[in-house]
């Protein structure tokens, strides 16, 4: 996994006035915490934190760069605007190479193009817990849905952990994290409803008059 480098500059003061001052200042508030690492509130240059989080998930894993003291660590969490999406504030988790360490990684899913596209592939389930040393982490965890049937769901059981040696996959074997569903009929709008309303009303009318010549 290639290493990615934030630099980061410790801030002062807390609460929501100085996250403003941040903000304002073209940066965006972080923090970095972990069992071997004391809570330090620190603060990124928003541009660039954002082309990080562009071409990555939670669980990525990154190196902050603190006025030149380097530390590991991995997304924990984004918190963004409800509206514009803009990142507010974002949880770094620090690691320590040589121990198991617990993370949630977003799933995605592989070869949906594969299914019929007169289905609907239900995803239930986004992200999987997973514990493994730092080296064995990936970004994402793939699942496989070419082979999918409707009433067989894919579950956490058949994640290929082959594929991931190192890593242990927590959670509930049998939590459905998709299936495939057949379309349910649609509603038609007001507008076809009353356009089919309409022309049963003309039918009906025609129907009257020709029984009415016919007399």
């Known amino acids: 996994m290639a290493e990615k480098v934030l630099k980061a ?18 940066f965006t508030p972080v923090v970095l915490y972990g069992k071997h690492f004391e809570s330090t509130g620190l603060k990124i240059e928003t ?11 939670l669980g ?20 963004r605007q ?14 320590k190479f040589g121990e198991k360490i617990k993370v949630t990684l977003p799933i995605h899913l592989v ?7 007169e289905l609907i592939i239900q995803k239930l389930v986004d992200f999987v817990e997973v514990e493994a040393f730092p080296k064995d982490l990936v970004e994402f965890i793939e699942v496989d849905v070419e082979n999918l049937e409707i009433g067989t769901p894919v579950t956490i059981a058949d994640i290929d952990t082959k594929k991931y040696a190192g890593l242990e996959i927590l959670g509930e074997e049998d939590t459905t ?4 569903i057949e ?10 409803k009353a356009a089919m309303e309409a022309a049963a009303a003309e039918a009906a009318a025609e129907a009257a008059a020709k029984a009415k010549e016919e007399e």
């Open 183 to 192: 379309p349910s009929p649609e509603e038609p709008s007001d507008e076809e």
């Open 60 to 79: 990525a894993m990154v190196v902050i760069d603190i006025d030149g003291q380097k530390e590991t660590a991995l997304v924990k969490e984004v918190q």
């Open 47 to 57: 541009n660039e934190l954002k082309r990080f989080l562009n071409n990555s998930e």
């Open 9 to 26: 500059q410790r801030r002062e003061g807390k609460g929501s006035n100085s996250s403003k001052r941040v903000r304002k200042d073209g």
């Open 82 to 95: 409800t509206v514009r999406r803009e990142i507010l504030h974002v949880d770094f988790q620090h690691i």
């Open 111 to 117: 070869n949906t193009e594969k299914v019929n596209h």
């Open 177 to 180: 994290i998709a299936v495939l």
